[in-house]
């Protein structure tokens, strides 16, 4: 199993409610297919660089998780399929891509405390 980062952004307009559908949909397709959950977070509502569909921001969410190879082609399908979102970047991460993760949460939880 390799370890993947995505990261998604979903329409602005959307409810509270119809974000949180939206999420859960996403997280259910990974779990249904075997991933292990390293980290989710919600960035929340920022300001995009450039106009995307005529909209100048937009809710930021990222997953970091752990899975087989051939079911990111089908997660990826699903982002497309889904009018919710807007855009979505899927990364695999190396060991020196895992350490900086670590830290990088390991930071924001020390910040939070």
Wanted: hydrophobic fraction near 40%.
């Amino acid at each position: 199993m390799n370890q993947y980062e995505t990261v998604f952004i979903l329409n602005p307009v959307l409810s509270d409610t119809q974000i949180k559908e939206a999420v859960e949909k996403f997280e259910n397709f990974l779990t249904s297919r075997g991933a292990e959950f390293v980290a989710k977070e919600n960035w929340g509502l920022k300001k995009l660089a450039y106009p995307i569909q005529n909209k100048k921001s937009g809710f930021y969410h990222l997953f970091e998780f752990k899975v087989a190879g051939e079911v990111i082609d089908a997660f990826e399908l699903e982002f497309r399929r889904d009018e919710r979102v807007m855009r979505y970047l899927t990364v695999k991460l190396d060991k020196h891509a895992i350490e900086w993760a670590e830290k990088r949460r390991a930071k924001l939880n020390t910040k939070k405390a």
